[in-house]
């Protein structure tokens, strides 16, 4: 499917050669290097617009004293261990809370307004690494339509401002993916500044999440792929001495990435085992089960279907990301085989490749518990979408062939793919993450049948609608107390936004007001209705008058 060097007889095509370019071709990549940066230019200047629009989640409150926790770890000199067994947290890394909370020392604005404005700045930088992994693999359109699809796909989107955890092990994963890919390029020599780009990314994925170790099984399938072929062309000697350099070359790059890994998750270090104690513990479900909705049917998070992530990810990507993506893939995985063609550049399609394909097909075969939508597979988001540029590029080099007419019109159906999801982001705004494509119906068809707004972001806006109605109505606290509101949902959010006049619980006994979202589990009030969230036609929150109501529950499943 993708380029191809020619075959020889008598060695192993390892390099690829690189044809000068003439003054055209050089003009043509300075635009659509241009355009990346126009691109990426112009998400920058969304995030600042918009960074204050996205609320809290659920585990926001619990991320922002962990990365405060870290921070007294290391001004402390090690003294206050309190991060090292904060909740379950100290299973994870906090690399992005460490980072927001130092952020937030110095930025002039509130915590959490820091944090979301320290999530675009790092989702931008997932973009630019995708940008380059493109353009290196496949030229400056490739590079450019990867971007491009990484920028219109709304899960990537919306988690970028709000996920401390997924979205910035996403960037991680593609910092290593890039350095990984550099390594390979340069077989077996490594040079320093891509020994560094290897253990700061496998540092950060790893020290992130445990499940940074695909990333480093996709590299050691690659250079596997290597030796094999090496050994059958030149012999085993041959291509272990080989290989044995490529290691060594490579061992700066381990220690640097165990310093990253230490920094960023310190109890991953203070034992050497502990990196394998939590591979144990989420090797299992970590918590009482519950119930989420999937395909219009109520599933124990640990009994969900195989079906559970492909479903979800033919649902919830744009419909352009999911066929270019998916054939980059199948294309990618061709060329990794593919006689003829370099060496070092199957391994990099295949190192591509497998970081795509290797997890999910892992959680297909594995059936984990699986909740929150899929959330947990934003890190293959950016090598899905080197892959769509790959496809995306070879399509358009192979219609440059049927005539001039061929090009544009697949241009044209580029624009509208792309198009079509950025319509719903701005109609979804800013609940991009809840986004489900047209052929699903959208997320008006989605509402009974899928969780959309799982993480609580509309709290935010019914707090706000609910602080607009008050102030309408001239109403003010009553005396000698606040106001009670119940909520259903995620508590953190409405207590931030109300403030130190109105007190949250989950008891409706007594209380003023109502707060619940949209979702399955909480129930729908007979009260009158103050304010209600609503996008695309779907009600993501609502705000009830419950003062002088007798209403028992605010769950539909008072045992949920």
């Avoid at 095509?13 to 003439?22: C, E, K, Q, R």
């Avoid at 590029?393 to 198009?419: D, N």
């Avoid at 997320?443 to 707090?463: E, P």
């Amino acid at each position: 499917m993708f380029d191809r060097a020619e075959p020889d007889s008598t060695h192993v095509a390892f390099a690829t050669p690189i044809a000068s370019l003439s003054s055209n071709e050089m003009g043509t990549s300075r635009v659509f290097d241009r355009l990346a940066m126009v691109v990426i230019g112009v998400v920058g200047v969304l995030s600042l617009l918009t960074f204050r629009d996205y609320g809290l989640s659920w585990d926001d409150y619990a991320h922002s004293e962990y990365g405060d926790l870290l921070l007294k770890l290391y001004a402390s000199g090690f003294r206050d261990r309190r991060a090292l067994s904060w909740i379950n947290l100290y299973y994870y890394g906090g690399g992005f809370d460490l980072l927001a909370a130092l952020a937030a020392k110095i930025l002039p604005f509130t915590l959490f307004e820091t944090r979301r404005l320290i999530g675009a700045a790092v989702g931008i930088l997932g973009l630019a690494v995708t940008w380059r992994i493109g353009r290196r693999m496949g030229g400056p359109i490739a590079g450019l339509m990867a971007l491009i699809l990484l920028a219109t796909c709304p899960l990537y989107y919306g988690h970028m401002f709000m996920n401390p955890k997924d979205s910035p092990f996403a960037v991680a994963t593609a910092i290593f993916l890039l350095g990984a890919m550099r390594a390979l390029e340069q077989y077996p020599r490594v040079s320093l500044a891509t020994g560094s780009l290897v253990g700061i990314g496998f540092g950060l994925s790893f020290g992130s999440r445990i499940m940074g170790a695909f990333g480093l099984i996709g590299a050691l399938a690659a250079v596997a792929l290597i030796f094999a072929i090496e050994s059958r062309a030149c012999g085993i000697r041959s291509a272990g001495v080989r290989l044995g350099h490529f290691l060594l070359a490579l061992v700066p790059a381990m220690l640097l990435a165990y310093a990253v890994m230490a920094l960023v998750w310190p109890w991953s270090v203070i034992d050497p085992l502990n990196p394998f104690r939590a591979v144990e513990y989420f090797s299992h479900f970590f918590e009482t089960p519950w119930q989420e909705l999937f395909d219009g049917r109520l599933v124990s998070v640990p009994d969900m279907p195989r079906a559970y992530v492909p479903t979800l990810f033919a649902l919830k990507l744009p419909v352009i990301f999911s066929v270019l993506g998916f054939g980059g893939a199948a294309g990618a995985m061709l060329a990794a085989f593919a006689p003829g063609m370099a060496l070092n550049r199957r391994a990099v399609f295949l190192l591509i490749a497998l970081a795509t394909l290797l997890p999910l097909a892992t959680t297909i075969a594995l059936q984990p518990a699986m909740y929150n939508g899929i959330r947990h597979f934003v890190f293959i988001l950016p090598p899905l979408a080197v892959l769509g540029g790959l496809a995306g590029a070879f399509l358009i080099r192979t219609a440059s062939k049927l005539g001039r007419l061929a090009p544009i019109v697949a241009a044209i159906v580029f624009i509208a793919g792309i198009g079509t999801p950025v319509v719903e982001m701005v109609r979804l705004h800013p609940y991009e993450y809840t986004y489900f494509n047209r052929l699903s119906g959208g997320v008006a068809h989605a509402r009974d049948r899928f969780m959309l707004d799982y993480w609580g972001l509309s709290l935010k806006q019914a707090s706000q609608a609910l602080l607009a109605k008050l102030a309408e109505r001239g109403e003010t606290k009553p005396p000698g107390r606040r106001w009670k509101i119940a909520v259903c949902g995620p508590h953190r959010s409405p207590q931030v936004e109300l403030g130190p006049d109105f007190e949250t619980t989950w008891d409706p006994q007594g209380a003023d007001f109502a707060m619940m979202l949209g979702e399955f589990y909480c129930a729908k009030l007979d009260a009158p209705l103050l304010a209600e969230v609503v996008r695309d036609g779907v009600v993501y929150a609502r705000v009830y008058d419950i003062r002088g109501k007798s209403i028992s529950t605010l769950l539909t499943q008072p045992g949920l």
